[in-house]
């Protein structure tokens, strides 16, 4: 019987980050994962660390993660190929341009400092983005990191600082028994604690309707591909308004590429599918021309939850006490992450989070009909 | 209905090929190379005229009956040379061919994708003039080249002496044979090997050969490193007696073969460990059915016998194959199949005995030998990702590159996993297995799809 403050449930990105303040915070934590730590969409994600685009109601979480992700190296000892490249958002016709500067009118006063970029400008400062992008707007502090590294060093850095972190352990079992949570997993550990949080990713609705309070969360599978090393071309990460193929190239001059969905395995694993990896080589060449030969080498997918309104849940649960819930980040929830990890140490330490959470609270389903 | 379809013309397709025909069915045979045959039958280009005793020795009436086969069933099957499937899906492959994509669907499909050289790295094997085993045997088989005047082969498994044996009758100057087997290995596995005789003759041919023509064979024998300003210049090499050097300007090595288990992995087959290979192999029954229905598998893609295995065992899945989808097959036939296999595999038992893979080497290797040359990872990097507390292969990867790069593992794979269970103290078979992910091999940008 292992005893804590707190059962996480979940080695993502969210839950290790909340294992890790809340250890920093004195709480004894047990952080389980089914499989390893950082393993699934928090370690196989684009890597995009991006405030600019995400809803208006995001920013204020995202800027506090855009304060964490600036002391990454202390918090989890490694910089994780964290690089502020800036971000640059294109514009494939006048309409996306226009789309571009009302998000910039709007994100005003959240400290984006979006810069805005007509043609002419975009092809001095980023020659090689192609002719088909007419404008962009470009984040100059966003950038991108390394998922494969980052998501599992927060599991250490909780470690290191006294949290039990258990992988290869799944949850078999929950309940409350009117005074704390009772944890089985089917490795035959049993936990107890006042504390528990549901940042199962994908999984988490599983948890959540064994309080009664299911949502109406699907899978989604993005399709993600990588090239060969190549000359070091691109200064930023791109996305495309509207959606489509985004883009970056690491130090090491692999360039790493998203786009369209792909398809389940089962319900674990994901792969990118034939026409979405096709779709991502021929598209990615009227964005970026000069990948026109490269080659890809390597093609992967995950599983990621999303919501209907494709905002998550964080924050109490509405019908049992001591369970929090932090899920359905829809695809974006690697930089925003560390900043829920510590929200949800606030709920627990202070008793509120320093940053609203009422935009992501459950009760928002409870009048939709899970399918 | 759709169409039956076979991955690889060598040994194993062509022979399943052969036999789907013979039921009546049209099969479509997928192959990378321009010309059937497959690595160990591969047919030079077509203005080139060498004789089929000139480029398969022994196995020239063997390599000869293969292609007459295949030349025979051209106008019988849809062939599609020069293809590469780069995926699989369930009930479709991707290929790619000149440049442009295409999807073939299929209702049944025999994997036949054959096998590579299993590296296991010595300091400096990333020099030009350093080749596998298998490499050094396709420049001469295929382009009539050798990889260099005054060599040296070295590592273990059949293809050693059979390929010394053929460059020194071609005329290249062997200037040893290092093979890391301790003499006494070979003793021992000597019954074993008495279930193929004349395969153990040819084998003891071989080396006697070399040693009557003076080319020095070593047992026990291991490859310290090579070295070399801007390509292979000289090699150390030790035995039990020290460590000796040789002056050299090319280098072949491997310690025998690997499957080439991609597609089947993409397809779904469940795997299990197999302690003979020192591998992960895709199960199959002794007719080759997979665990996935409707894909089959035969030839050394899923576990090495050899050429003269994969041609009946493509035989066998194909008639598993027929017989699955409804025709009468001959019971005796797949029976005797089946006899014929099980023989085979007892010689292949007897084979790995006899070269036995250097299990010490990983414990041997130095923090800053190349394990994956494609993202450069060393094994001190490796060892590094262990002592953080790692230890399943895959999870290794994502920390440190091994295995990720072009060749996707299919070179460092074997290696990475030795490392990783001599620095974690775990069995080899016991630190997972390195998932597939497509492309097989690269995939361009800027392709073209198949209207």
């Known amino acids: ?371 | 209905m759709k169409p039956v379809a076979i991955i690889g013309a060598g040994p194993a397709g062509i022979r399943a090929a052969q036999t789907l025909v013979a039921h009546g069915v049209y099969p479509i045979l997928l192959d990378e190379a321009a010309r059937g045959g497959g690595q160990i039958y591969r047919q030079q280009p077509a203005n080139f005229k060498r004789s089929p005793a000139k480029l398969y020795g022994f196995e020239a009436h063997k390599a000869s009956a293969l292609h007459q086969t295949f030349d025979a069933l051209r106008e019988q099957l849809d062939y599609r040379p020069d293809t590469l499937v780069w995926n699989a899906e369930a009930g479709l492959l991707d290929t790619l061919h000149e440049g442009r994509v295409a999807r073939v669907e299929y209702a049944s499909v025999i994997v036949a994708t054959g096998a590579t050289d299993r590296i296991l790295p010595a300091p400096g094997w990333t020099l030009p003039g350093v080749y596998s085993l298998g490499a050094a045997q396709i420049a001469l088989k295929f382009q009539g080249c050798a990889i260099g005047e005054r060599v040296v082969f070295a590592g273990s498994g059949p293809l050693l002496y059979l390929v010394a044996y053929q460059y020194a009758r071609a005329g290249a100057k062997v200037l040893a044979v290092l093979d890391s087997s301790p003499l006494s290995a070979q003793a021992r596995a000597l019954p074993g090997l008495l279930a193929q005789p004349a395969t153990l003759a040819k084998g003891l041919y071989y080396r006697a050969w070399l040693t009557s023509h003076g080319i020095a064979v070593h047992q026990g024998a291991s490859l310290s490193r090579i070295d070399g300003e801007r390509r292979v210049q000289s090699l150390k090499w030790r035995n039990a007696k020290g460590e000796q050097a040789l002056d050299c300007d090319a280098v072949a090595f491997a310690h025998g073969l690997r499957s080439e288990t991609q597609l089947a992995d993409l397809l779904g087959c469940e795997f299990s460990w197999s302690h003979l290979n020192r591998a992960w192999l895709p199960q199959r029954d002794p007719a080759g059915r997979s665990s996935v229905p409707g894909v089959y598998l035969a030839g050394d893609g899923a576990g090495i016998m050899g050429a003269d295995a994969a041609e009946i065992a493509g035989e066998r899945a194909a008639l598993a194959l027929l017989e699955d989808l409804g025709y009468l097959v001959d019971p005796q036939r797949c029976a005797q199949l089946e006899q014929s296999l099980e023989r085979i595999g007892r010689f292949r038992q007897g084979l790995e005995r006899a070269f036995v893979l250097p299990t010490d080497w990983a414990a041997h290797a130095a923090d800053d030998l190349m394990i994956c040359r494609c993202e450069e990872v060393s094994a001190g990097e490796i060892r590094q990702v262990v002592g953080e507390g790692h230890w399943e292969i895959n999870r290794v990867k994502a920390h440190c590159r091994v295995g990720m790069g072009r060749c996707q593992g299919r070179m460092c794979g074997a290696a990475a996993a030795e490392i990783i269970a001599s620095e974690s103290g775990r069995p080899v078979g016991e630190i997972g297995r390195m998932r597939a992910q497509a492309p097989v091999k690269p995939l361009p940008f800027g392709l073209e799809i198949e209207p």
């Open chain 1, 1 to 371: 019987m292992i005893e804590v403050d707190v059962v996480i449930i979940g080695g993502g990105i969210v839950g290790a980050s909340a294992a890790l303040f809340l250890s920093k915070a004195g709480r004894r934590v047990a952080l389980l994962e089914r499989d390893f730590c950082g393993s699934h969409s928090s370690g196989v994600n684009y890597g995009g660390v991006r405030r600019q685009g995400r809803p208006l109601s995001q920013l204020p979480l995202s800027q506090r993660a855009h304060e964490i992700w600036s002391q990454l190296p202390q918090l989890i000892g490694i910089d994780g190929e964290y690089q502020r490249s800036g971000h640059l958002k294109l514009a494939r016709s006048p309409d996306d341009l226009r789309a571009l500067h009302d998000y910039a009118a709007n994100s005003q006063g959240f400290g984006l400092d979006l810069q805005l970029l007509d043609r002419d400008q975009l092809r001095a400062r980023f020659p090689w983005v192609g002719a088909v992008a007419v404008g962009a707007s470009l984040c100059p502090d966003d950038g991108h990191a390394n998922p494969r590294l980052v998501s599992p060093a927060f599991a250490q850095a909780a470690r290191r600082h006294g949290a039990q972190v258990f992988e290869q352990c799944a949850v078999s079992h929950v309940e409350h028994d009117g005074q704390r949570f009772g944890v089985r997993t089917e490795t035959g550990l049993v936990l107890q604690a006042p504390w528990l949080l549901n940042c199962a990713g994908a999984w988490a609705s599983h948890f959540a309707g064994q309080f009664g309070e299911a949502v109406p969360m699907h899978a989604g599978h993005p399709a993600m591909l990588v090239t060969e090393p190549l000359p070091l071309v691109m200064d930023a990460s791109t996305g495309v308004e509207g959606g489509g193929i985004y883009a970056r190239q690491v130090a090491r001059g692999n360039c790493v590429l998203g786009g369209g969905q792909g398809f389940a395995l089962d319900d674990a694993r994901a792969r990118p599918g034939q026409n979405a990896v096709i779709d991502i080589l021929r598209q990615a060449v009227e964005l970026y021309p000069f990948l026109e030969g490269a080659q890809a080498i390597r093609t992967w997918s995950g599983t990621e939850g999303y919501l209907p309104d494709r905002q998550p849940v964080i924050g109490h649960s509405s019908t049992q006490p001591g369970l929090l819930h932090a899920f359905g980040f829809a695809g974006a929830g690697f930089q925003i992450g560390p900043a829920v990890g510590q929200a949800l140490t606030e709920i627990i330490c202070c008793g509120a989070s320093k940053t609203s959470l009422d935009a992501f609270s459950i009760t928002r389903f409870h009048s939709i009909s899970v399918a």
